[in-house]
């Protein structure tokens, strides 16, 4: 496994145990509507969470939420739109961005709720 890939499984690991010592019901995980997928798939306090995993090391010049580019929002956006449809859940939804940065053997988490919003576009 390319080490990329590696600390991307480990960031979403990390993400996961994160989330639920929070109290957050892991619903799926990797989720694909065709060749689009989403990290983490969660619920919590009455939301459905859609959650994007960025993990970098820390020399990795751009902040990692700054990755989660409209055209990937739209992405999230429209799985999650389908996801609602095939498992017939009517919540209100939520767009999450955890961000995992790994400095030497210590990884620091944020988690930014309500990272994005859905838009008519």
Not at 2 to 13: F, M, R, S, T, V
Not at 29 to 49: H, P, Q, S, Y
Not at 89 to 102: A, G, L, S
Request: glycine share 4%.
């Amino acid at each position: 496994m390319a080490e990329h890939n590696e600390l991307g499984k480990i960031g979403e690991d990390l993400a996961r145990n994160y989330i639920v010592k929070k109290g957050y019901l892991i619903r799926e995980c990797n989720w694909r509507f065709g060749k689009n997928e989403i990290d983490i798939i969660a619920e919590t306090e009455g939301f459905l969470v859609i959650i994007e995993v960025k993990t970098r090391s820390s020399e990795f010049e751009a902040e990692a939420q700054n990755t989660v580019t409209k055209t990937k929002q739209k992405f999230l956006i429209k799985a999650a739109h389908y996801y609602l449809i095939y498992k017939k859940i009517e919540k209100e939804t939520r767009f999450d961005i955890i961000t995992i940065i790994k400095s030497n053997d210590k990884y620091e988490i944020e988690h930014m709720e309500d990272a994005f919003y859905p838009t008519l576009n």
